[in-house]
């Protein structure tokens, strides 16, 4: 059974930086695509951000430049790194891997960011 558990979301102060987390366990993260998406209050979910098995990334244009992924293959982990964070970032982030023909998705870890 795959499980995707994120990590290290909190406030943030306009400005400020945070570092997600996303670790998978039942699965290999280098083997797929892995994807961060958010979801505000009243708004649909959003993708965020890809990092492909062969290590390209793509970023929605809101966040192009400011944030950034990266693998760890020995904590079988992919961090999201968010800088120049602003409050329309404000989102529950989850992690997705799509596994063997199935979505899995983490529990999401909430995201604020004070003006």
């Known amino acids: 059974q795959v499980r995707l558990v994120e990590s290290g979301g909190g406030l943030v102060q306009e400005g400020g930086s945070l570092r997600l987390s996303c670790a998978a366990s039942g699965s290999i993260i280098y083997l797929t695509d892995i994807n961060w998406h958010r979801q505000a209050p009243g708004k649909e979910r959003e993708l965020v951000a890809t990092?492909?098995?062969?290590?390209?990334?793509q970023f929605v244009g809101s966040v192009e430049g400011r944030f950034s992924i990266s693998r760890d293959r020995a904590r079988n982990s992919v961090y999201l790194q968010m800088n120049n964070l602003k409050p329309e970032d404000t989102a529950v982030y989850y992690c997705?891997?799509?596994?063997?023909?199935?979505?899995?998705w983490g529990q999401g870890t909430q995201v604020t960011v004070s003006s």
């Open positions: 997705n891997q799509r596994w063997k023909g199935r979505d899995f």
């Open positions: 990092v492909s098995s062969g290590g390209q990334t």
